[in-house]
């Protein structure tokens, strides 16, 4: 069940400020944790990069910009 919540296709690419990568983080699962570097937009309902770097993802849903 746990390897079910696991984001196998995820893979790191870079992104700038402003880009949504709403479509890489809710995969899997609606309900992740956002490190650094990401930022949710309640009013639009997306997940946009607010730094230039790697997203970066860690089982089962935590996405962060390194």
Known sequence: ELLSSVDLSFTSKPVIPGDDVTASVTKQSKRIQLGSGL?????NDTVRAVRAGILRYSPPASYWVE
């Open 39 to 43: 930022f949710h937009d309640s009013k």
